[in-house]
């Protein structure tokens, strides 16, 4: 065995695009990869070589607890790596109206279960000074029309990041940011879909407010599946922040986060606001 072969690396949400694309490139490098999924259909389909599929639910502590005792009692006595807290939905709609069950819905999967996922397991990581890779999003850094209850999970991300990682910095644990643009996977296709749901429950005094908000959103989730990065660059950015010895913090894929988290740094809330409205259409 080689030493990657010796060490697991837990990845989370990888029944499609960016946790699918990273289970496999780290498979790829000889990781042995426990892949999160929720659905036994998804598990069937991922498990190959290196991919051990397992039944993880964010919003489930038992399936966390299972999941826990799996990395310590592995059979191989193999040390967990890393952690790649991926899972997470979107739902993208007018804050005036998303009804507030879908959005403690976004916060539950997306925030407090990235937190679920790193307790249990921040025991394993510790015994082996390993690595908590959290998928962040342009989202934590520029909220647009549309999508604040997206961002709102995500700027709670990048909070708990920071902190976890100012906490931990004398255990030896390191915590990264993973921060891409636009990326084409299913999830845009799925907030699309969620958005076309919660446009139907608006009264015909939002509709009129809001109707060329709903297209607009749609427009820009279609223009990021079909024209983002692929879910596989950012693999390769994760395995990057996995096996560098001295990571970065944070690491930003793709050029329109790496410009709109240098813009949103200096330009004036007005300024910013017309910008974002225009290239929305709004």
């Keep these: 065995m080689s030493s990657k072969n010796q060490e697991l690396v837990v990845v989370t949400g990888t029944s499609?695009?960016?946790?699918?694309?990273?289970?496999?490139r780290l498979a790829e490098e000889g990781y042995h990869v426990l892949a999160g999924v929720r659905r036994q259909e998804?598990?069937?389909?991922?498990?190959?070589?290196?991919?051990?599929?397992v039944i993880v639910d964010l919003t489930n502590v038992d399936t966390l607890k299972e999941l826990a005792k799996?990395?310590?009692?592995?059979?191989?006595?193999?040390?967990?790596?890393?952690?790649?807290?991926?899972?997470?939905?979107?739902?993208?709609?007018?804050?005036?109206?998303?009804?507030l069950?879908?959005?403690?819905?976004?916060?539950?999967?997306?925030?407090?279960?990235?937190?679920?996922?790193i307790q249990a397991l921040a025991p394993a990581l510790l015994a082996s000074g390993g690595r908590v890779v959290n998928i962040g999003s342009l989202?934590?850094?520029?909220?647009?029309?549309?999508?604040?209850?997206?961002?709102a999970a995500k700027f709670a991300m990048e909070a708990i990041n920071d902190s976890l990682r100012r906490e931990m910095a004398s255990?030896?644990?390191?915590?990264?940011?993973?921060?891409?643009?636009?990326?084409?996977?299913?999830m845009s296709e799925q907030g699309i879909t969620t958005a076309e749901r919660l446009a139907k429950l608006m009264t015909p005094e939002q509709h009129?407010?809001?109707?060329?908000?709903?297209?607009?959103v749609k427009a820009q989730a279609e223009a990021w599946a079909s024209h983002g990065i692929s879910p596989e660059k950012v693999a390769t950015v994760i395995l990057r922040a996995i096996q560098d010895r001295k990571p970065k913090t944070r690491y930003v894929v793709g050029r329109d986060s790496v410009l709109l988290t240098r813009l949103v740094r200096f330009l004036p809330d007005r300024v910013l606001d017309r910008m974002l409205r225009s290239q929305m259409n709004l």
Excluded: C, W
Aim: hydrophobic share 40%; proline share 6%.
């Design 16 to 24: 499609s695009g960016i946790g699918f694309a990273t289970a496999k």
């Design 42 to 53: 998804d598990a069937d389909k991922i498990s190959q070589k290196n991919i051990e599929a």
């Design 70 to 99: 799996r990395v310590k009692d592995d059979p191989y006595h193999r040390p967990l790596r890393a952690v790649v807290n991926n899972a997470g939905i979107a739902i993208n709609a007018p804050l005036e109206m998303v009804p």
């Design 139 to 151: 989202g934590g850094k520029i909220s647009m029309p549309g999508f604040g209850i997206y961002s």
């Design 101 to 117: 069950d879908e959005l403690r819905r976004q916060i539950e999967v997306s925030v407090i279960g990235q937190v679920a996922v």
């Design 171 to 186: 255990s030896g644990l390191k915590v990264i940011m993973i921060t891409p643009g636009g990326v084409s996977t299913r």
């Design 208 to 216: 009129q407010r809001h109707d060329r908000l709903f297209a607009a």
